[in-house]
């Protein structure tokens, strides 16, 4: 086997993709049982090609930013139209983007809800130290 994981006659076994992409086992049979992945077969061991490899690194990105499967099966499914990637490429930045949108949206709802938990905050301990200093007075 070759050092070089970008050469495509290179094959992978499932513990080498897990150690490189910090993920298990069971992950990778769930994107097979999905269709998602479909590594060859040596008898009973799973042997993954170069291009199950760039799927797999494809598959985990957009589960980082929580792409459904859905979508991720429709982005890979572009990847063999014949067009040098453009298709998908230009599908991924679509989805990139409005998942960028979506993402920015939350953090500023967490922002302020973050700025409400604060002021609440600050609110009760004011009632606290009252309460407690009418209870040292009395």
């Known amino acids: ?20 992409f910090k993920c298990t086992p069971r992950a990778l049979r769930f994107y097979e ?5 479909a590594p060859a077969r040596q008898g009973l061991n799973r042997i993954y ?10 598959i985990l ?3 980082r930013i929580n792409l459904p ?5 429709e982005l890979l499914d572009l990847y063999d139209k014949g067009d040098g990637g453009a ?8 989805r990139f983007r409005a998942r960028l949108i979506t993402l920015q949206q939350q953090r500023e709802s967490l922002d302020q ?14 009632k606290l130290a009252a309460s407690r ?4 007075a009395s």
């Open 1 to 20: 086997m070759s050092a070089d994981p970008r050469r495509p006659e290179r094959t992978f076994t499932i513990r080498q993709l897990c150690q490189e």
């Open 33 to 37: 049982d999905k269709g998602l992945l």
């Open 49 to 58: 090609s170069y291009k199950d490899r760039a799927r797999l690194q494809l």
């Open 61 to 63: 990105h957009g589960k």
């Open 69 to 73: 499967l859905v979508e991720i099966r």
């Open 87 to 94: 298709a998908q490429n230009a599908a991924a930045l679509k």
């Open 113 to 126: 809800a973050i700025e409400g938990l604060k002021t609440a905050c600050a609110f009760v301990e004011q």
């Open 133 to 136: 200093q009418k209870a040292l």
